[in-house]
Nanobody, 123 residues
């Protein structure tokens, strides 16, 4: 599975962005997908995840502001980000397909990763 993230950019605090992640390759399998973010020198942090059937998980820091969704027919997952804050500035990465025993909230639980898209929120 190959993942291509897009939609990052520069936005003022309080603004919105929508990230997209397109999955290609061996996509006939049903798999969960997630978004993580990372800033230089820090670990990659969980943001949101969605199962094939639509169960959704959010990090506490983004609840009420971010919305994850997916279009299984198009092999796409989205992250709508509203009320952005400067601390949301990071590289955002999409991930797909949990390993056996993996957790949606843990980066080590995913088999495949996209290249990341940069989100910069100015104050």
């Amino acid at each position: 599975v190959q993942l291509q993230a897009s939609g990052g950019g520069l936005v003022q605090a309080g603004g919105s962005l929508k990230l997209s992640c397109a999955a290609s390759g061996r996509t006939s399998r049903r798999y969960g997908m997630g978004w993580f973010r990372q800033t230089p020198g820090k670990e990659r942090d969980f943001v949101a995840a969605i199962s094939w059937s639509g169960s959704i998980y959010y990090a506490d820091s983004v609840k009420g502001r971010f919305t994850i969704s997916r279009d299984n027919a198009k092999n796409m997952v989205y992250l709508q980000m509203n009320s952005l804050k400067p601390e949301d500035t990071a590289g955002y990465y999409c991930a797909a397909e949990l390993r056996d025993g993996g957790s949606y909230q843990s980066g080590s639980g995913y088999k495949y990763w996209g290249q990341g898209t940069l989100v910069t929120v100015s104050s």
